[in-house]
């Protein structure tokens, strides 16, 4: 039987480095091989300490920029602590494809996509991971018609559309902190608001 991938997932960390060392503790605590950041990491304070703790661990670390971050500061994060941005790309571990759209539509902040942006980031993310197996897609925001719309704000239909043509396994996302924790099923696809306090899924 193939072994399993373990993964710390967790979004919305705004500037807390103590919420991101706890995290890592957690992450070297349960033997986790993969941290996902799912936007929304910096937010608007410094940017210290939010790598670092998972690095400081050995742990691989995939991220994507949130509604509150820019692209171009994450690029700059991911490219200073040896980490992966996986917005508009995809990573592949353990035989698991993950690819990404960080941002949020009709959003404030530096992350604002539109509709077609984001699924055409998506798309262009999906390409290469094709042929593998399982599959991961990791976003910031929530799709339209899923429990984070109790929120008031309203998902994107373009990360619906998403999930019925790609179908991946699972969607990991944040971005309605009053909905961390929830998990439901659209399609096939099990879809986790993972939440600040972080989620450990196995795949």
């Known amino acids: ?17 103590r919420l991101a060392k706890k995290l890592a503790e957690r992450a070297h605590k349960e033997k986790v091989d993969l941290i996902v950041l799912c936007g929304d990491l ?7 300490d939010l790598i670092k703790p998972f690095k400081d661990k050995n742990k691989p670390v995939l991220i994507i920029p949130g509604n509150w971050d820019s692209f171009a500061t994450t690029d700059f994060i991911a490219n200073v602590y040896g980490v992966k941005n996986i917005h508009g790309y995809s990573a592949i571990y353990e035989n698991v494809g993950f690819f990404g759209a960080g941002g949020a539509e009709d959003s404030p902040g530096p992350g604002r996509m539109l509709n077609n942006e984001l699924f055409d980031t998506l798309k262009k993310a999906y390409g290469g991971i094709k042929g593998i197996e399982k599959k991961i897609m990791v976003t910031h925001m929530h799709p339209s018609e899923s429990l984070s719309e109790l929120s008031g704000i309203p998902g994107s239909k373009a990360l619906t559309r998403a999930i019925k043509q790609f179908k991946p396994d699972i969607l990991i996302h944040g971005h309605i902190h009053e909905a ?8 096939k696809t ?4 993972v939440g600040r306090e972080g989620r450990i899924i196995e795949i």
């Open 190 to 193: 099990k879809v986790i608001n």
């Open 1 to 17: 039987m193939k072994r399993k991938l373990k993964l710390l997932a967790a979004s919305d960390l705004h500037g807390d480095s």
């Open 42 to 48: 910096l937010g608007w304070t410094e940017t210290k």
């Open 180 to 187: 961390g924790g929830m998990e439901e099923k659209i399609g």
